[in-house]
Nanobody, 126 residues
Framework: QLQLVESGGGLVQPGGSLRLSCGAS????????IGWFRQAPGKAREGVSCRSSDGSTYYAPSVRGRFIISRDNTVNTMYLQMNNLRPEDTGIYYC????????????????????GGRGTQVTVSS
C-alpha cells in the first residue's frame, strides 16, 4: 500500500511562495498519476493540479501560471511549487496518487485516486 505524507505548509503573506512536498513509501510514484487537491473552510475539496502517467498536466484556472506540479522519482516525492500566493489559496492541501483516465477528469474527483495523504495547512494572510 502506497502511503503519502505531505509537508511544507505554513503561514505566508500574500505574494509569497511555498513549496509543498509529498513523500511516498510502500511503493513507487514513478509510474503513477499524481495530483494535488485543496479544501478551504466550508468548501468542497477541489483539484489544484494533476499529472497523468503519460505526463499530461492540468492546472485549475485559479492557479494556472502560479503553481507548478513536479516529481522527483529518485526520492519518491512529488511537489507543488506555489508562487504569488493569494488569500483565496488558503486551505488544507492534499496529495494523491494512482488514478486512470484523462488528466482533467481525474483532477475533478479526489475519489478517482487510490491513495491520498492527510493534508497540510496553507494559510495566506497578512
Amino acid at each position: 500500500q502506497l502511503q503519502l505524507v505531505e509537508s511544507g505548509g505554513g503561514l505566508v503573506q500574500p505574494g509569497g511562495s511555498l513549496r509543498l512536498s509529498c513523500g511516498a513509501s510502500g511503493g513507487s510514484l514513478a509510474a503513477n498519476a499524481i495530483g494535488w487537491f485543496r479544501q478551504a473552510p466550508g468548501k468542497a475539496r477541489e483539484g489544484v493540479s494533476c499529472r497523468s502517467s503519460d505526463g499530461s498536466t492540468y492546472y485549475a484556472p485559479s492557479v494556472r501560471g502560479r503553481f507548478i506540479i513536479s516529481r522527483d522519482n529518485t526520492v519518491n516525492t512529488m511537489y507543488l511549487q506555489m508562487n504569488n500566493l493569494r488569500p483565496e489559496d488558503t486551505g488544507i492541501y492534499y496529495c494523491a496518487a494512482d488514478a486512470a483516465g484523462a488528466v482533467q477528469a481525474m483532477c475533478r474527483n479526489w475519489d478517482r485516486f487510490s491513495f491520498g495523504g492527510r493534508g497540510t495547512q496553507v494559510t495566506v494572510s497578512s
